[in-house]
C-alpha cells in the first residue's frame, strides 16, 4: 500500500507539469489554430532562465518567478515578428514554430553545451504523512499547478479579457466587427502559453536538471495529450493531460520506459482514430 501511495504521489506530480505544458499549447491551439511546436523550447527556456538567476547568486525563487515572464515577453515578441505573418496557413505556422524551437535550442545547446546543470530545490527536505515521506518540492509543484489552473479557469470565464478570447475563439470576423482587436487577444493568447510554459521549466528544473533536449519530450506529450483532449476548450487539454500525464508517469512502473513511451502513444493514437473530436468536444470554457 505504501508504494502504491507513492506511485500516485510521483504520478500526480509529473501529471502537474504535463498539465502546465499542455494548458498552454492548448490555449494556442485553441485560439489561433496552430499547434506551437516551440512549446517544449519555451520550457526548456524557462529552466534556463531559472539556472542563470541562480548562477548569478540570487535565490532559485526569484528565477522561478522571472521565469515565465521572461519566455512569456520573448513569446510576445515571437507572435508579433514571426508567427503572426501565417495564421493563413497552418501548416506553415507550424513548420515556422518548429523551426524556432530548433534555433532556441540550438542557442541554449551552445551556451551550455552537453552539460547537465542542477539547480537546487527552493524548498527543500520532506513531509512526513502516516510515515510516509513525500518530497516537499513536488508537493509544491501539485499545488502551483492547482492553483494556476484556476486562475487561468476564472481568466477566461470570469474576466471581460477572457470574454474577448472566447469571443475571438468563436467568431474572429463578429469579434473584430464588434471592436475586439483579435490581433492583440493573439499576441497576449501567445505570450500567456509560452509563459505556462517557461513556469513549467522553472519548476521541473530542480526535479530533472537542465539540458539542452528537456523541453522534447514535454512537447510530444502536449502535443499528443491536446489531441486526446481535444481542441476548443480549457476542458479538453487538460483532460488530455491528465490522461497522458498519468500514462507516461504509471506505465514505467510496471513496464520499461522505452515500451512505456511506445505505448502511450499506440493508445493515443488508437484513442484518436475512434474519437477524432477527442475527450472534451466543442468550443468554450
Same mark, same amino acid.
Given at each position: 500500500m505504501d508504494n502504491l501511495i507513492m506511485a500516485v504521489f510521483e504520478i500526480a506530480s509529473f501529471g502537474a507539469i504535463v498539465v502546465l505544458v499542455v494548458l498552454g499549447l492548448g490555449i494556442i491551439a485553441s485560439m489561433m489554430g496552430i499547434f506551437n511546436f516551440a512549446q517544449g523550447e519555451f520550457v526548456l527556456l524557462g529552466a534556463y532562465v531559472t539556472y542563470i538567476v541562480h548562477t548569478a547568486g540570487l535565490p532559485v525563487w526569484l528565477g522561478m518567478i522571472a521565469a515565465p515572464f521572461v519566455v512569456g515577453a520573448l513569446g510576445f515578441v515571437l507572435e508579433r515578428l514571426i508567427v503572426r505573418r501565417f495564421y493563413a496557413a497552418p501548416i506553415v505556422a507550424m513548420l515556422g514554430t518548429y523551426a524556432l524551437g530548433l534555433i532556441i535550442r540550438e542557442i541554449v545547446r551552445g551556451l551550455?553545451?552537453?552539460?547537465?546543470?542542477?539547480?537546487?530545490?527552493?524548498?527543500?527536505?520532506?513531509?512526513?504523512?502516516? /510515515?510516509?515521506?513525500?518530497?516537499? &518540492?513536488?508537493?509544491?509543484? =501539485?499545488?502551483?499547478?492547482?492553483?494556476?489552473?484556476?486562475?487561468?479557469?476564472?481568466?477566461?470565464?470570469?474576466?471581460?479579457?477572457g470574454l474577448r478570447i472566447r469571443a475571438s475563439l468563436e467568431n474572429p470576423a463578429l469579434a473584430r466587427a464588434s471592436g475586439i482587436s483579435t490581433n492583440a487577444i493573439y499576441g497576449a493568447t501567445f505570450a500567456f502559453g509560452a509563459?505556462?510554459?517557461?513556469? *513549467? /521549466?522553472?519548476? =521541473?528544473?530542480?526535479?530533472?536538471?537542465?539540458? *539542452?533536449?528537456?523541453?522534447?519530450?514535454?512537447? $510530444?506529450? +502536449?502535443?499528443?495529450? !491536446?489531441?486526446? /483532449?481535444? =481542441?476548443?476548450?480549457?476542458?479538453?487539454? !487538460? *483532460?488530455?493531460?491528465?490522461?497522458?500525464?498519468?500514462?507516461?508517469?504509471?506505465?514505467? &512502473?510496471? =513496464?520499461?520506459?522505452? $515500451?512505456?513511451?511506445?505505448?502511450?502513444?499506440?493508445?493515443?493514437?488508437?484513442?484518436?482514430?475512434?474519437?477524432?473530436?477527442?475527450?472534451?468536444? +466543442?468550443?468554450?470554457?
Amino acid at each position: 500500500m505504501d508504494n502504491l501511495i507513492m506511485a500516485v504521489f510521483e504520478i500526480a506530480s509529473f501529471g502537474a507539469i504535463v498539465v502546465l505544458v499542455v494548458l498552454g499549447l492548448g490555449i494556442i491551439a485553441s485560439m489561433m489554430g496552430i499547434f506551437n511546436f516551440a512549446q517544449g523550447e519555451f520550457v526548456l527556456l524557462g529552466a534556463y532562465v531559472t539556472y542563470i538567476v541562480h548562477t548569478a547568486g540570487l535565490p532559485v525563487w526569484l528565477g522561478m518567478i522571472a521565469a515565465p515572464f521572461v519566455v512569456g515577453a520573448l513569446g510576445f515578441v515571437l507572435e508579433r515578428l514571426i508567427v503572426r505573418r501565417f495564421y493563413a496557413a497552418p501548416i506553415v505556422a507550424m513548420l515556422g514554430t518548429y523551426a524556432l524551437g530548433l534555433i532556441i535550442r540550438e542557442i541554449v545547446r551552445g551556451l551550455i553545451g552537453g552539460l547537465y546543470l542542477s539547480v537546487p530545490e527552493p524548498v527543500g527536505g520532506s513531509v512526513t504523512i502516516g /510515515g510516509m515521506h513525500f518530497s516537499t &518540492w513536488r508537493l509544491v509543484i =501539485i499545488v502551483i499547478t492547482a492553483l494556476v489552473m484556476a486562475g487561468s479557469y476564472l481568466l477566461l470565464a470570469r474576466t471581460a479579457f477572457g470574454l474577448r478570447i472566447r469571443a475571438s475563439l468563436e467568431n474572429p470576423a463578429l469579434a473584430r466587427a464588434s471592436g475586439i482587436s483579435t490581433n492583440a487577444i493573439y499576441g497576449a493568447t501567445f505570450a500567456f502559453g509560452a509563459a505556462l510554459a517557461g513556469l *513549467a /521549466g522553472a519548476l =521541473i528544473v530542480p526535479v530533472f536538471t537542465l539540458f *539542452a533536449d528537456l523541453g522534447i519530450r514535454f512537447l $510530444i506529450q +502536449g502535443f499528443v495529450a !491536446v489531441m486526446v /483532449g481535444g =481542441i476548443g476548450s480549457f476542458a479538453g487539454p !487538460v *483532460a488530455g493531460a491528465g490522461l497522458i500525464g498519468t500514462l507516461s508517469a504509471a506505465l514505467p &512502473w510496471v =513496464i520499461s520506459p522505452v $515500451i512505456a513511451d511506445v505505448a502511450v502513444f499506440v493508445l493515443a493514437i488508437i484513442f484518436i482514430k475512434f474519437r477524432p473530436q477527442g475527450l472534451v468536444a +466543442g468550443k468554450g470554457v
